[in-house]
């Protein structure tokens, strides 16, 4: 009688012969049994995973599987499900993950730099360390992965779901998060610095001591978002809604763009904004300040005069 270990390997390599190298239309469920899939062409059954370009692995359904180190460049994982799989160290650079499951998967310190992620499930995925350079995320579900030490330049979050995300020691400067949902996200004392925030929703999002200079925000949703002691200046924040925010001890600018801005119940106390007069004179911020800003919904603005 074959052992599960042999029967195993005898499936992929018949799934394999049928589907051209690849596992496409597979299901391959290796829950708890913590084996990687074999090399093809080799009686490998557990050591270095899959070695060969182009992969064909879409709507593979493949539970658990352990892909440690695998170097998967320019594969084909779209439709794939690989809940709680194990890729870290993975190489899986121009792969296409369009609209895969990879939630609660293992991917710390993979490669996923130039990859396509569009609609991709990931949420409590571990991305730590991760390399998501130049990849296109569009309306990806990040939700609650840990992408901490992520490195994320170029990559394109657009309409992604980051809400509940850990993104500590990830450098967000220029980031482009359009449409992104980044709600009750921890985004303290980040450098946000002309990041591309617009139609965002960042309601009860934790922004203290971000820095959002000349950040992007028109008409992203930051109610009840924290904004304390957070530099806003030259950040365009039209038609934004800052509906029962804190802004106390906030720093703004003249230029700081605010017309169509909802202020409703804002608190603005401690606020100020540079005048950038010749002395950079710090201005306390009014309410006739911000009405001339083009600020709407002043009058319920709480904290100052």
Known sequence: MKSIKTLSFTLVLSLATQTGFGYNQATLDYVKTNKRLPVMGTSDEVGP?????????SDAT???????????????????????????????????????????????????SNTILTETNLSNANL????????????????NANLS???IVGATFFEANLSGANLSKVNLFKADLYGAILSNTNLSNKDLVQANLAMTN??????SRANLSCAHLFGANLSEADVSKAN??????????LSNANLSNTELSINTKLNGTNLDNVDFSGSFYDSYDHNHSK???????LNKQGALNVDSVIGIA
């Open 62 to 112: 493949l539970t658990h599987v352990d892909l440690f180190e695998a170097y998967l460049p320019n594969a084909n994982l779209s439709r794939a499900k690989l809940p709680k799989a194990n890729l870290s160290h993975a190489t899986l650079r121009e792969a296409g993950f369009s609209k895969a499951d990879l939630s609660e998967a293992d991917l710390s310190e993979a490669d996923l």
């Open 149 to 151: 030490e992520a490195v």
């Open 49 to 57: 995973c899959i070695n060969n370009k182009n992969y064909d692995l």
């Open 202 to 207: 960042l309601s009860k999002a934790d922004l």
């Open 232 to 241: 806003l200046s030259h950040a365009e924040l039209c038609k934004a809604n």
């Open 283 to 289: 201005v306390p911020v009014t309410k006739d300040w």
């Open 128 to 143: 730590s360390k991760v390399n998501l350079s130049q990849s296109r995320l569009y309306r990806a579900n990040l939700s």
